[in-house]
């Protein structure tokens, strides 16, 4: 799985590793005694890295079926699979599930089925804790909507957390929608919440550990739910 460095990162580690080296580089050049250089370099070189790690953007490929697939949008937690009434566009009750990205997840976003987006729309909002319930519907938040080859429609919410204050999304009406491509990215630490039509057979529980673009974490059974929503 070949990594590289997210372009939404490239600006930010230039920006932070001029910062870091102005602090370090005058103390090794005037500070005494030199333990206090070297200890300011090692602190800089880890928070560098932890920066870098966050930028990081994993090129994946889902490898099983396609067909009817819902394929986690981000690296993070499960924390929610609840049966809710999703206003925005949907205007019914559907199954949410919700996977929670901490500091050290990778924070691009992934196109969750394959199909057409047929809506998008940002939302300003709060900036509470991501984890929370209110914040799929309070907080900073980007959504998307994806009509499948199979003409069933999924719910994709990006949403903002305590640290994050910068939402992008890549994805506009009209353009096609593909499980192995980003569809955005949420600077330090967010939510992505999934909107599925009932009936939806879910594969994850409750604080399992999700892979973006990898790891399925649904499967659409319209042979189950004709009326997809209700």
Same mark, same amino acid.
């Given at each position: 799985?070949?990594?590289?460095?997210?372009?939404? =990162?490239?600006?930010? @580690?230039?920006?932070?590793?001029? @910062?870091? *080296?102005?602090?370090?580089?005058?103390?090794?050049?005037?500070?005494?005694?030199?333990?206090?250089?070297?200890?300011?370099?090692?602190?800089? =070189?880890?928070?560098?890295?932890?920066?870098?790690?966050?930028?990081?953007?994993?090129?994946?490929?889902?490898?099983?079926?396609?067909?009817?697939?819902?394929?986690?949008?981000?690296? =993070?937690?499960?924390?929610?699979?609840?049966?809710?009434?999703?206003? &925005?566009? @949907?205007? /019914?009750? /559907?199954?949410?599930?919700?996977?929670?990205?901490?500091?050290?997840?990778?924070? *691009?976003?992934?196109?969750?089925?394959?199909?057409?987006?047929?809506?998008?729309?940002?939302?300003?909002?709060?900036?509470?804790?991501?984890?929370?319930?209110?914040?799929?519907? &309070?907080?900073?938040?980007?959504?998307?909507?994806?009509?499948?080859?199979?003409?069933?429609?999924?719910?994709?919410?990006?949403?903002?957390?305590?640290? *994050?204050?910068?939402?992008?999304?890549?994805? &506009?009406p009209g353009i096609e929608a593909c499980i192995d491509d980003h569809m955005g990215f949420i600077k330090f630490g967010s939510r992505v919440d999934v909107? @599925?039509?009932? =009936?939806? &057979?879910i594969f994850v529980s409750l604080d399992n550990k999700t892979i973006g673009g990898v790891t399925q974490i649904a499967k659409l059974r319209p042979d189950?739910?004709?009326?997809?929503?209700?």
């Amino acid at each position: 799985m070949r990594v590289k460095i997210h372009h939404e =990162g490239i600006n930010i @580690l230039v920006s932070v590793f001029i @910062l870091l *080296a102005v602090i370090n580089v005058p103390l090794w050049l005037w500070v005494k005694p030199i333990s206090i250089a070297t200890c300011t370099t090692a602190v800089s =070189g880890v928070f560098y890295m932890l920066v870098v790690n966050f930028f990081r953007s994993p090129k994946r490929h889902f490898r099983g079926d396609r067909k009817n697939a819902v394929v986690s949008s981000a690296d =993070g937690k499960v924390v929610a699979i609840e049966e809710v009434y999703e206003p &925005e566009y @949907l205007k /019914c009750r /559907c199954i949410q599930v919700s996977v929670f990205m901490s500091i050290v997840n990778v924070h *691009a976003n992934w196109f969750p089925v394959d199909g057409q987006v047929v809506y998008t729309k940002h939302h300003s909002g709060r900036f509470m804790a991501a984890y929370l319930p209110k914040s799929s519907t &309070e907080n900073e938040r980007s959504t998307v909507v994806i009509e499948t080859p199979e003409h069933q429609t999924v719910l994709v919410r990006q949403v903002a957390g305590a640290m *994050a204050r910068r939402i992008v999304t890549y994805a &506009e009406p009209g353009i096609e929608a593909c499980i192995d491509d980003h569809m955005g990215f949420i600077k330090f630490g967010s939510r992505v919440d999934v909107f @599925l039509p009932l =009936g939806t &057979e879910i594969f994850v529980s409750l604080d399992n550990k999700t892979i973006g673009g990898v790891t399925q974490i649904a499967k659409l059974r319209p042979d189950r739910n004709p009326d997809l929503y209700k």
